[in-house]
């Protein structure tokens, strides 16, 4: 183990849980069933979910532990996920994707823009970008977190970030979250969608 969140996982495994995050859930089905990229997937419960709907899922995550437990829940599940341990800015992909989709994931303020700008290099021509993450007004709830105003998100920082993607949908929301020991309670997120022309 070596990083922060190898410890998070071996200390308690379904960290977010073991379901998908529910803007996931309720967006993925509105598309053609295609490729999907999930970028610090953790334990993998998002890429557990598109696969189970037919996608074609690769994820990665700087964590061992936790792709590890994502190969693991796959091969119970008996579906197919091609998992990497990987840091965001070494990741190399072979192909490019129909879906990429950021669950929380919260980078430093010096990596955040360029990590987004990875993330829409990783999508097809038409492929869409998905994301959900904390608002920068998650600060006054402790549902989960970083605990540091520039990691967090508004729509304002996520529309330049992805001026290149034809945005659809770009809020800040108050939403319930039941995910796991980590995400339990009232919060404050943004949730976007954004397609490459
Ligand atoms: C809050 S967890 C969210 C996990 C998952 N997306 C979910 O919603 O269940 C953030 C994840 O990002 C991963 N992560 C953070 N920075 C990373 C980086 N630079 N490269 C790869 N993974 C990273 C962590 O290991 C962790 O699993």
Not at 46 to 71: C, I, M, P, Y
Not at 141 to 170: C, K, V, W, Y
């Amino acid at each position: 183990m070596n990083s922060p969140w190898d410890v998070r996982y071996a200390n308690q495994e379904a960290l977010y849980g073991k379901e998908p995050n529910a803007f996931l859930a309720q967006t993925l089905p509105e598309f053609k069933v295609g490729s999907i990229l999930l970028p610090c997937d953790g334990e993998g419960r998002n890429g557990l979910f598109a696969a189970r709907q037919g996608w074609e899922v690769h994820a990665f995550d700087g964590s061992q532990v936790g792709v590890k437990t994502a190969e693991r829940w796959a091969s119970e599940a008996g579906v197919k996920m091609h998992c990497t341990v990987c840091d965001a800015f070494d990741f190399v992909p072979v192909q490019a994707f129909d879906v990429v989709g950021l669950f929380y994931a919260h980078m430093p303020p010096d990596q955040r823009a360029e990590f987004h700008v990875r993330a829409m290099n990783w999508l097809k021509p038409g492929g869409t970008l998905l994301l959900e993450g904390f608002h920068v007004d998650q600060l006054q709830f402790h549902s989960g977190g970083p605990r540091n105003e520039s990691m967090l998100f508004t729509p304002e920082m996520l529309a330049q970030d992805f001026i290149e993607l034809d945005i659809s949908q770009n809020e800040f929301l108050q939403v319930s979250l039941d995910e796991g020991p980590l995400h339990q309670g009232r919060a404050s997120v943004v949730r976007f969608v954004g397609t490459k022309k």
